[in-house]
C-alpha cells in the first residue's frame, strides 16, 4: 500500500541552526501538507502546498519557515533559524485531488532542538 | 470559523467492554470527517471517514463512528475494546467544497486507556 514517507525520524538540532525535514508524498496525490503536534498537545496546521505554491498557511508559519518541492517526488520543510520552542513532531501528509479525498500521514520527523 | 471538539481528554475502558468517544464539529459546510489513531510515538493512522450517504460508518479494527447532523456529532464506536486499541484518538474534518479552506482541523485528541 502507498504511503508517505519522512526522514530522518528523528533530528537533534542547536538552537539557531537551519534544519529541513524531507517528505515523500504518495505519488498520485496533488496536495501537501505539513502539521506539527509539541509534545502532549493537539495536531496543528501548519501549511498546504498546491500547484508548486502554497495554498493556505497557518499564523504558525512565520518567515522562519519554508517549504519546497525540489523534484517530483520530494516535499521538503524548512526552519531557519530554529527556536526551543519549534521541538516537536512533524508530520507530512498529502491527498489527491477533489474535496472529497483524506490526507494519508507520514510517521513523522521528531524535532529536538537544543 | 470551523472548529472540533473532544470533551474527553482521557478515557479509561476495561478491556471487552464497549466504547464510546465524542466528537463535535462546527463548520458552515458539509463536513467531511474523519477519526484518525495515534499509537505512542507514531504516525496517524486513518480509521474511518464520512463523506456523505449512510450516516453510520464502519472503518478498520473494528471501529464504527456514526454522523448526526442534527448534534453536530460524530462520535466513534467499539463494542468491544481490545489492549492494543489504547492509543490517542484524533476526531478531524477536511476541506470540503465551499468550505474555503484547505487544510484538516484535528481536535485536541483522546488517549484511550485499557486495563486488563
Known amino acids: 500500500e502507498p504511503e508517505v514517507t519522512q526522514t530522518p525520524s528523528h533530528q537533534v538540532t542547536q538552537m539557531g541552526q537551519e534544519v529541513i525535514l524531507r517528505c515523500v508524498p504518495i505519488?498520485?496525490?496533488?496536495?501537501f501538507y505539513w502539521y506539527r503536534q509539541i509534545l502532549g498537545q493537539k495536531v496543528e496546521f501548519l501549511v498546504s502546498?498546491?500547484?508548486?505554491?502554497?495554498?493556505?498557511k497557518s499564523e504558525i508559519f512565520d518567515d522562519q519557515f519554508s517549504v519546497e518541492r525540489p523534484d517530483g517526488s520530494n516535499f521538503t520543510l524548512k526552519i531557519r533559524s530554529t527556536k526551543l520552542e519549534d521541538s516537536a513532531m512533524y508530520f507530512c501528509?498529502?491527498?489527491?485531488?477533489?474535496?472529497?479525498?483524506?490526507?494519508?500521514f507520514g510517521q513523522g520527523t521528531r524535532l529536538t532542538v537544543v | 470559523a470551523q472548529s472540533v471538539t473532544q470533551p474527553d481528554i482521557h478515557i479509561t475502558v476495561s478491556e471487552g467492554a464497549s466504547l464510546e468517544l465524542r466528537c463535535n464539529y462546527s463548520?458552515?459546510?458539509?463536513?467531511?470527517l474523519f477519526w484518525y489513531v495515534q499509537s505512542p510515538g507514531q504516525g496517524l493512522q486513518l480509521l474511518l471517514k464520512?463523506?456523505?450517504?449512510?450516516?453510520l460508518v464502519q472503518g478498520i479494527k473494528g471501529f464504527e463512528a456514526e454522523f448526526k447532523r442534527s448534534q453536530s456529532s460524530f462520535n466513534l464506536r467499539k463494542p468491544s475494546v481490545h489492549w492494543s486499541d489504547a492509543a490517542e484518538y484524533f476526531c478531524?474534518?477536511?476541506?470540503?467544497?465551499?468550505?474555503?479552506?484547505?487544510?484538516?482541523?484535528f481536535g485536541t485528541g483522546t488517549r484511550l486507556k485499557v486495563l486488563a
Open positions: 501528509a498529502s491527498r489527491m485531488d477533489g474535496v472529497n479525498t483524506e490526507a494519508f
Open positions: 505519488s498520485n496525490h496533488l496536495y
Open positions: 502546498f498546491y500547484n508548486n505554491e502554497i495554498s493556505e
Open positions: 463548520y458552515g459546510a458539509t463536513p467531511y
Open positions: 464520512y463523506f456523505s450517504g449512510d450516516t
Open positions: 478531524a474534518v477536511g476541506p470540503s467544497l465551499g468550505s474555503g479552506t484547505y487544510k484538516y482541523i
